[in-house]
């Protein structure tokens, strides 16, 4: 488990200010962040995965800095950014990896502690069953619970996901959340996860932190998360 702590981050694209002045910290929590499309959510996660630099203002996780690192982050994706025409097992093991390995070279690489990883994350997500079938051939909930594996194949300090569920029809978004909850869990990370269905956000998260505008609009626990935030 870690502690994120967001300190006056502020990311400015030229004129477009998408954040501004945001602080807020999660500790071994299953936070939430939520806010309508613009918000600054994106930006948000990217800024903590390093895919995007701050304007000013501070990322840390447990007290060491991470702006600018490479930090061991777990990333989840709205459109999964898997590789669709190899199996489930295949696209777990890539987690293990560095992202310019190729599909040769994972299957020499991997290991028996790396199979063993990457079953226990299919598992983790329900996919045991269907570990050998190729991702193009799964559903997309299917699809997400994959992105989920190999983001735990990763052994993430963090687990991040930006709109992992903005795809899907309602029933396979709250199944895909669940897993999501369920492997945050089992591997006792901190998960921060981005959304805009304030709905599926009070089911699973065991905190929210709220943007608007690139400006933080609440952050609250459970029992203070009214209809009228
Ligand atoms: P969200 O994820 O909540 O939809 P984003 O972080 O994607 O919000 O966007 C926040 C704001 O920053 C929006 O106004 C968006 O148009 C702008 N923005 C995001 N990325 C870029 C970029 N690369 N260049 C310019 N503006 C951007
Ligand atoms: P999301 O709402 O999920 O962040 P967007 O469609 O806003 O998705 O952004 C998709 C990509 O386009 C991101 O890489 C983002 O940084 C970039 N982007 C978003 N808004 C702008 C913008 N106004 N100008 C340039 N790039 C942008």
Do not use: W
């Not at 870690?2 to 006056?8: H, K, M």
């Not at 807020?24 to 930006?43: H, N, P, R």
């Not at 009070?202 to 626990?221: K, N, P, S, T, W």
Request: aromatic content about 4%; hydrophobic content about 40%; proline content about 3%.
């Amino acid at each position: 488990m870690s502690t994120l702590t967001i300190e006056n981050l502020t990311k400015e694209y030229g004129d477009v200010t998408a954040l501004e002045d945001v602080s807020f910290e999660i500790e071994d929590e299953f936070a939430v962040l939520l806010g309508e499309s613009g918000a600054g959510k994106s930006t948000m996660l990217r800024c903590i995965n390093g895919l995007t630099e701050p304007t000013s203002g501070h990322i840390s996780l447990d007290g060491e800095p991470i702006t600018g690192s490479q930090p061991n982050v777990g990333m989840i994706f709205q459109q999964h950014n898997l590789v669709e025409g190899i199996s489930a097992y295949m696209n777990a093991l890539t987690g293990s990896l560095d992202r310019a390995t190729t599909v040769e070279s994972l299957l020499q690489r991997q290991n028996s502690e790396t199979k063993r990883q990457a079953l226990e994350a299919l598992q983790t997500v329900g996919l045991l069953d269907e570990a050998h079938q190729r991702v193009s051939q799964m559903s997309g909930g299917q699809q997400q619970r994959v992105g989920i594996s190999r983001a735990l194949v990763q052994d993430p300090d963090l687990l991040l996901a930006d709109e992992p569920v903005a795809s899907l029809d309602p029933s396979s978004a709250e199944t895909v959340m669940a897993y999501l909850k369920k492997a945050a869990n089992v591997h006792e990370v901190t998960a921060l996860v981005s959304l805009h269905q304030v709905n599926i956000a009070a089911h699973f998260g065991e905190r929210f932190i709220g943007l608007r505008d690139g400006r933080l609009l609440f952050d609250v626990g459970p029992e203070e998360l009214t209809p009228d935030l």
